[in-house]
């Protein structure tokens, strides 16, 4: 009776101490399915850092426990490891949904062969700032998994941030002039592509000047702006809609090589405090008092992408403007952080309405101003 006594509450004390791992662990598994897309395969499981005997921690996850000096970041250090010794690196096991720290589960076969990038095209000229891609096709022996392109010969680490799982369909320069593109793929195992280019010659026609004097009349003016976002978000609980919207304020301080550079202010009431954001503004058609705009912002520390089209629509008097509005045409978001910095997948519509207003009924504190 005793003895039955005591392996009762050994198996509750085992069972109690196994939920409370597997609960902290959670959190871990959801940020590491998050930043690999590994949610519903083989490593969507605790046996990625326990092993298949459960808690103490095999060779990945007790590397994953040293790394960032007990931080718990699935960081390039941890990546570029081999935590089980099998001659593969956790990044490259990732990439194949094998266990980094399991000696035994490794890739069926080294793969070394670099995908090739079979077609490259873009438009000989332009005459707007963003290039359309008409063609970019890649290979591989075992399949491709990212493409990325850039103004750079050399080659993009496969770890670098800026790889995507399709190929992009266009790309925004921030100057005129000839440049040439260059289209890059890689693998699961790491292997990035030889360079395939291609060249633009842009050159943006100046928007048809008017009585002031063309688009400088609208450096140094502000617009109040509301933005509503639609959307959906992704997580461990499953799929959940993703709505709002909020009031910010955009400053348009400077023209240069068709582009309108503006600072955007928000003010969150969470944590009372504003928050600002370069937003450039491309020209692509029209005139000085009424003309298309492109606009993306990429954040790579926030680890989320905003784009949209717009339309600016001005009225003056006297070379002095008096009225104008602001609407977006069509915008999307991309953010894996949500507001209190844990991952969310989120993605949807992003549409923006607003109109100028005077600078004295802008609420925006002068020492949160960048210009």
């Known amino acids: 009776m005793i003895k039955n006594v005591w392996t009762v509450l ?22 590491f399915n998050a930043k690999y897309g590994t949610t519903g395969t083989a490593l969507d499981t605790c046996i990625l850092c326990h092993g298949l005997s459960g808690p103490p921690n095999d060779p990945y996850g007790s590397d994953f426990a040293a790394s960032s000096k007990g931080n718990h970041s699935f960081n390039k250090t941890l990546e570029d490891l081999d935590s089980d010794g099998d001659g593969f690196t956790n990044i490259v096991e990732i990439n194949a949904r094998t266990f980094p720290g399991n000696k035994n589960s490794k890739p ?8 090739t990038v079979t077609g490259f095209t873009i438009p000989a000229t332009s005459s707007s ?23 750079s010969a050399t080659a993009p680490a496969a770890s670098a941030t800026g790889w995507s799982a399709t190929a992009p369909t266009s790309y925004p320069f921030t100057t005129a002039g000839s440049k040439t593109l260059y289209a890059w793929a890689k693998d699961a195992a790491g292997n990035v592509s030889s360079s395939l280019s291609a060249s633009v010659n842009i ?21 109040k702006i509301t933005t509503k976002i639609t959307g959906s978000c992704s997580g461990s609980s499953g799929m959940v809609s993703d709505s709002g919207s909020s009031v910010g304020y955009l400053k348009l301080w400077d023209f240069t090589n068709q582009i309108l550079q503006a600072d955007y202010y928000e003010y969150d009431t969470a944590t009372a405090q504003w928050s600002s954001q370069s937003l450039p503004l491309v020209f692509i058609a029209g005139s000085n008092l009424d003309f298309l705009c492109q606009s993306q912002v990429i954040d790579n520390a926030a680890n989320s992408t905003d784009g949209f089209t717009a339309r600016i629509v001005g009225k003056e008097t006297g070379g002095v403007l008096k009225r104008a509005t602001f609407k977006s045409l069509g915008g999307y978001y991309i953010d894996t952080l949500d507001q209190f910095g844990a991952i969310a997948n989120c993605a949807g519509g992003l549409k923006l309405t607003g109109a100028l207003i005077a600078e004295s009924k802008v609420p925006v504190p002068s020492n949160i101003l960048s210009h």
């Open 10 to 31: 050994l198996l509750l004390a085992l069972t109690v101490g196994f939920s409370g791992i597997s609960h902290a662990s959670s959190n871990y598994l959801a940020q």
């Open 203 to 223: 050159s943006t026609a100046s928007p048809e000047p008017g009585p002031s004097g063309g688009m400088t009349i609208w450096v140094g003016q502000w617009f």
């Open 108 to 115: 069926a076969a080294s793969d070394t062969a670099a995908p």
């Open 129 to 151: 700032l963003v290039v359309s891609i008409t063609t970019f096709t890649a290979t591989d022996t075992v399949g491709v998994t990212g493409y990325m392109v850039t103004e």
